[in-house]
């Protein structure tokens, strides 16, 4: 079965730092490509963020690009999100997911219909 569970969230001034975790229980972590979302009252979940499989390769929106860095631990089966320069538009309840594995064709890693499984979200506010 799997299960992802994020930590990490709480509140912080604009300016400040987070990191988020997300432990994951799923067999062979390794082999699958992983992504951050977010939602925020009233808006769709968007795209925050997404890792390869190795980590080798990373996705960034557009507006967290240059302040967020995704980054994992394949031995320990975690992904992380180190958040800096948080900024009051940030706040939202942040999803750890899953990416589908498919041999058949290329899934684009921003949109949440390719990811499978999901956490229960972790809250993130931030504080002008």
């Known amino acids: 079965q799997v299960q992802l569970v994020e930590s990490g969230g709480g509140l912080v001034q604009a300016g400040g730092s987070l990191r988020l975790s997300c432990a994951a229980s799923?067999?062979?972590?390794?082999?699958?490509?992983m992504g951050w979302f977010r939602q925020a009252p009233g808006k769709e979940r968007e795209f925050v963020a997404a890792i390869s499989s190795d980590g080798g390769v990373q996705y960034y929106s557009s507006s967290v690009n240059g302040r967020f860095t995704v980054s994992r631990d394949n031995a320990e089966s975690a992904m992380y999100l180190q958040m800096n320069s948080l900024k009051p538009e940030d706040t939202a309840v942040y999803y750890c997911?899953?990416?589908?594995?498919?041999?058949?064709?290329?899934?684009?890693?921003?949109?949440?219909?390719?990811?499978?499984?999901w956490g229960q979200g972790t809250q993130v506010t931030v504080s002008s």
């Open positions: 799923i067999r062979t972590f390794s082999s699958y490509d």
């Open positions: 997911a899953r990416k589908r594995l498919t041999t058949t064709q290329k899934l684009n890693p921003t949109l949440p219909a390719s990811y499978d499984y």
